[in-house]
């Protein structure tokens, strides 16, 4: 019979063995589950890098996209600048719209004479309280286009001086988002303030670069290769510029045009003064047509008439 010692040295040493063997499945436990983290720990580490290498690529290709993006819309703008061959398409445009005064007026020639044009809209209407946003759902409503412009004429030119950052965040992004909230839609097609050659005259650096940031961004702007004239102190008369003066220098730039078979992309302004210009419009459109001109709104698609090289 076992004596009472000999029952707690048995348990004793049942309990020592049973620790021992508990310690030796942690042991166990702990290199299998260590494995595994390990391995887990190489995968991760093994698909962050994969994952670094596909971002890299994208990168590369995304900087390639654009670059050929870039060209492409250079030789396309330029090209149709300088006339192009590609038919007598008149892209008649207006800035500095939409007003309470003339906006309609120009509507309705429009209407009357079957043709169609594209207006590149301020926003700030607070500070230029002769705008009519409401204007731009009409304008589209009687088959026109609406662009960007820009926010503030009088601040406009200032917005180039900045990074090509700040002109998206002070001028360009504040403008589209007004302006998509007056059309109930994204709008993909801008015009620079005074036009892309008026950038670097206010800030080298963003000559190019501003011009192809709107480019990589998912927009398409135009410049002009027919002028109306209508804005410029040079050919005014008592504040203005005559009504036959406008449609004299714009048939008579067209002329040129026609004879190469080309399309032409007309600037003419759409604020208060510009009332020569609603007179000038019939005999414009008119004169056009005996060109042999017909007429389109500009998208996003369309060949920018781009009066600087950007690539």
Known sequence: MYTRDNRFVRILTIALIACFALVVVQQVVIMIVGGRTAQAQGDLSSLQSQVADAQSQNSQMQQQY????IEWRNAQGRLSFLGDGSGKVAYLTFDDGPSKTLTQKNLDILKEKGAVATWFC???DQTYTYLDLNLCKTIEEQGNAVGIHDWDQND?????KGSVDDYFTTDFDKTKDKLEQAVGHEIKICRFAGGSPTIGYYNKANKTALPQEVIKRGYQYFDWNVLAGDSEPSQFVNGHTPTDRIVSNVLGEAKGFAETNSPICVLMHDNPGK????????????????????FATLDYDTPGFYQLVIS
């Open 275 to 294: 009332e020569t210009t609603t007179e000038a419009l019939p005999q414009i459109i008119d004169g056009l047509k005996d060109l042999g001109y017909t």
């Open 156 to 160: 406009s030119y200032s917005y180039y």
């Open 122 to 124: 301020l926003a700030n």
């Open 66 to 69: 654009d670059e050929k993006l």
